[in-house]
């Protein structure tokens, strides 16, 4: 056998496996188009004398003929132009798969040619777009289990969509606080915030950003001056004046009728953060005209925002609107691409099929490799959509105004949306865009394509997500024999005070029960739309499932604890649901198990400036666990509180009443570790739409009850307690 060269050799290999990947029916991409042999001559040699002799051996035919094919010379293998296999390689090939695995039935997986990133990699590779979990995982770009910044395509952008009095905004801010409690920086961007700022009105901008009128319009219109789309090669005859800039930024048709959106890297006018490409609206005749006059005059005046403000034939309002939308959308891309953000949510109607293919084709060109999730709300129950337009009349565009005519000019706007409206669905399914539907606030849900583990997440919240009426208590199990000693952990019982508290606190949250039963009954009562004199609480919309309100349940949930069983055995199991729940327990201090504070400093003094110092990633030694530790096997227990519609007692401990309090009242991180939780006291929460109702009630030993608190607020502690 004739020796071949080391480069014969590698082109001799590349046919191999070309064959092999046509034989088999696997797209070339899995096979590079040149692979580098590690072989000398000699050893290329040897090699191929070695697996002729081991042909023999082989018992199938198919190894036979892979063997067969292997110890082909160069010459057997290539014909001159060294471009096709010879015709004895091309029979070997052909008879038999050249791998011992059975070829597979199934259709191959999509192969994504790798990008190269901005990530300093200095190969050409994309990058895993795996779970990062603060206290569960790390990595050598992520220590602390956070979303590192160059992984871009780990992040995510929840665009809402929905007609007005759907749920969007209330949606929202539930799914935030629960994305922000995982440790996963998720924040809301409303436009409908910035407009109200940006036209006159009242508002706080979410987006941290306020923008006069005087400023969009200006934006808009130097935005309208570069916009490629003023050629004369754009002009559209069946389109004049308003119907041009309404129909493409209201309703949302006609797409083939004009140029698209351009979107250019140039920065300009400072309408787009550092880096983010500046979105160029259309432009029609005379719209540059009508931005001057109404910038020109614009300062301190207000905008008309009632239905005629969402007029598609509005088109100075239409231009605005969408000036507005684009800017939101530029914070939220700055925020997750240069400020370190994990989540944002662009919370909008976002209701025709032109916005989204907008919204879309923005974050493209800013990041190709952001997931987006749009997220739906539909409401079809007539009762529900009932008390989303009662609640919607207590919002900033309508309060303090008559509530008749609010409710007749809030209709006339959801009138307006739904000429244009496009739910989401066929479009989305049919460009392969990852979606999720709630309907009716949880009763049902669809979704489509999730990809991401942030992605998931949000639906998983979703799939748990309820506004019924209800009451979550939360309190530290009655005062322990270690409690009067100073020992943390541990797993002492009662002490007689212990059992005192809880006996009183059986018959409180009885007494409770029943008022807020009554209170709820005489309230639903009341309830009209439009609202009437005396009426002025927001109803909680939710999905009626035939419940009574003095029927429901009461569950009264403890650790596995001595001292949280035994302050729960006061409550009668006929009249309660009791259960115990190890994810509940307090946080395990390891070696310091049952030690006091003094002890730990005089014994182990860097332990205790480490923890000192971050209580929130600090770890006991000796398998103890950290706060982040406690926050994860705490979530199974949000969730259900999410998901269930019952009223609960949680009798927990320090660390884990402090993570629950954290979550409901949307505290931020730095807060939860040294929030002053004593024993004694009992926390109602309710929630509701607009946030969480909070209330406090002492234990007053004198009088052996429970006093309302009601101007007590969640503060740090002052002392160094776990």
């Not at 090669?233 to 351009?262: C, V």
């Not at 009437?532 to 009626?544: I, K, L, M, R, W």
Request: charged share 25%.
């Amino acid at each position: 056998m004739p020796l071949i060269t080391e480069k014969e050799g590698d082109e001799t290999l590349a046919i191999v496996a070309a064959a092999q990947s046509k034989v088999q029916g696997v797209n070339q991409s899995r096979q590079p188009a040149n692979i580098k042999v590690a072989m000398s001559t000699g050893a290329w040699q040897s090699r191929a004398a070695l697996d002729g002799a081991s042909a023999s051996k082989a018992g199938p035919p198919a190894q036979q003929a892979r063997l067969a094919a292997r110890s082909h010379s160069a010459q057997d293998f290539l014909d001159p132009s060294f471009r096709k296999p010879s015709v004895p390689a091309k029979k070997a090939l052909e008879g038999a798969a050249l791998s011992d695995t059975p070829a597979s039935t199934a259709p191959t997986s999509p192969i994504i040619p790798p990008r190269r990133t901005d990530s300093g990699d200095r190969g050409i590779r994309a990058r895993p777009t795996t779970l990062d979990i603060p206290g569960l995982t790390k990595s050598r770009v992520s220590p602390d289990g956070k979303i590192p910044s160059r992984d871009v395509g780990s992040k995510l952008v929840i665009v809402m969509v929905g007609l007005p009095a759907r749920g969007k905004s209330y949606i929202t801010k539930k799914m935030a606080r629960y994305l922000n409690w995982l440790q996963h920086d998720t924040k809301i961007f409303n436009v409908g915030e910035r407009r109200r700022v940006g036209a006159g009105g009242h508002g706080h901008s979410s987006s941290g950003t306020s923008t006069s009128m005087q400023s969009a319009l200006a934006s808009a219109r130097a935005t309208l001056d570069d916009s490629p789309s003023k050629s004369n090669d754009h002009k559209i005859d069946t389109l004049h004046g308003p119907q041009l800039a309404a129909q493409m930024l209201i309703n949302g048709n006609g797409a083939h009728e004009y140029p698209s959106p351009q979107v250019t890297g140039n920065m300009g006018n400072g309408s787009a953060p550092q880096g983010l490409p500046i979105l160029q609206l259309p432009d029609s005749a005379g719209a540059a005209d009508i931005l001057d006059a109404d910038a020109n005059g614009a300062e301190g005046e207000s905008m008309d925002q009632s239905a005629n403000f969402f007029d598609p034939t509005n088109r100075k309002a239409a231009l605005f609107r969408e000036q507005c939308a684009m800017e939101t959308l530029n914070d939220l891309l700055d925020y997750i691409l240069n400020q370190g953000g994990s989540v944002g949510v662009f919370d909008a109607t976002n209701s025709t099929l032109e916005r989204r293919k907008l919204i879309i084709k923005h974050i493209r060109e800013a990041a190709p490799d952001l997931n987006v999730l749009f997220m739906e709300s539909l409401c079809e129950d007539s009762t529900l959509l009932e008390r989303n337009m009662r609640l919607k009349l207590s919002g900033p565009d309508y309060r303090d105004k008559d509530p008749e005519t609010s409710l007749i000019d809030f209709k006339k706007r959801v009138e307006l949306y739904k000429k244009s409206y496009v739910p989401l669905g066929e479009y989305e399914e049919r460009n392969h865009m990852p979606y999720v539907q709630m309907i009716d606030v949880g009763r049902k849900v669809i979704s489509h394509q999730i990809r991401g583990f942030l992605s998931a997440q949000a639906v998983y919240f979703l799939l748990n997500f309820n506004l019924a009426p209800r009451q979550i208590w939360i309190t530290r199990h009655g005062q322990s024999v270690d409690n009067v000693l100073g020992r943390i952990g541990g797993d002492s019982e009662l002490s007689p005070y212990g059992r005192r508290f809880a006996a009183t606190l059986m018959k409180f949250i009885r007494q409770e029960r029943k008022a807020w039963a009554i209170k709820e009954s005489e309230r639903e009562e009341r309830s009209h739309l439009p609202p009437q004199a005396g009426d002025h609480t927001p109803p909680n919309p939710h999905y009626e499932h035939g419940d009574q309100l003095d029927h429901k349940s009461f569950c009264v949930w403890s650790s596995m604890l001595k001292r949280s069983v035994q302050t729960a055995e006061m409550f009668d199991e006929e009249e309660f649901d009791l259960k115990q729940m190890r994810m509940l327990d307090e946080l395990f201090s390891g070696t310091m198990e049952g030690m006091t504070y003094a002890e730990i400093m005089d014994r182990y003094p860097e332990e205790y400036k480490r923890r000192r110092a971050d209580k929130l990633h600090y770890r006991y030694p000796g398998g103890g666990e950290g706060y982040l530790d406690v926050l994860n096997r705490v979530r199974p227990v949000i969730v259900e509180l999410e998901r269930m519609t019952d009223h609960v007692l949680l009798l927990t401990h320090r660390s884990v009443a402090r993570i629950l309090l954290a979550y409901f009242m949307g505290l931020t991180r730095d807060k939860v570790t040294d929030l002053d939780v004593p024993l004694g006291m009992l926390y109602c929460l309710e929630p509701k739409p607009y946030g969480v109702d909070f209330k406090a009630f002492k234990y007053d030993p004198t009088a052996d009850w429970f006093e309302h608190q009601p101007d007590y607020e969640l503060r740090k502690a002052t002392s160094h307690a776990d």
